[in-house]
């Protein structure tokens, strides 16, 4: 996988602006997909902390998105869910109600409010997660029938 890309380096090769050439294309998604951290299904009436990703010893890890999509069936009365490190999974976000996932095309992308309303503007301050942090989610409230989600989670990882 790459480490970083050089958007100079880019050519064109022989389809000019068509289209990037495969070799290209492949840079760029390998260049993107470094950042998803994980991919995981989630049984959705599990009322217990469900693991996402465990960070890795020398490293720590700043959560920056989750792509939730896919679910297999009906999430209807799903509506709190919390994400993030610790017992409750619930120190980065909380009461996330998944609800309205009633089609298995339907997605959905969570983020963490980044700042208060301002002026001044302040700056939502979280806690970097630390090596064997288990981030995952935790469903208070399950769905009434059997399902489960797809969860895509996404930020970086840096030495420690």
Known sequence: MANNLILDDVTYGTT?????????????????????????????QITTKQTIFTVPTGKVFIPTKLIIERPSASLAGLVDADFGAGAGADDWLQQISLAAFTATTDYGVLKQPEQAAGPPIVLTKKTINVATDVWGIKINTG??????????????????
């Open 16 to 44: 000019g602006w068509n289209g990037l050439v495969q070799s290209n294309f492949e840079a760029i998604e390998d260049f993107i997909n470094q950042f998803q951290l994980a991919s995981v299904v989630i049984d959705c």
């Open 143 to 160: 769905s009434t029938g059997v399902a489960t989600v797809t969860v895509h989670l996404f930020g970086f990882l840096i030495d420690a």
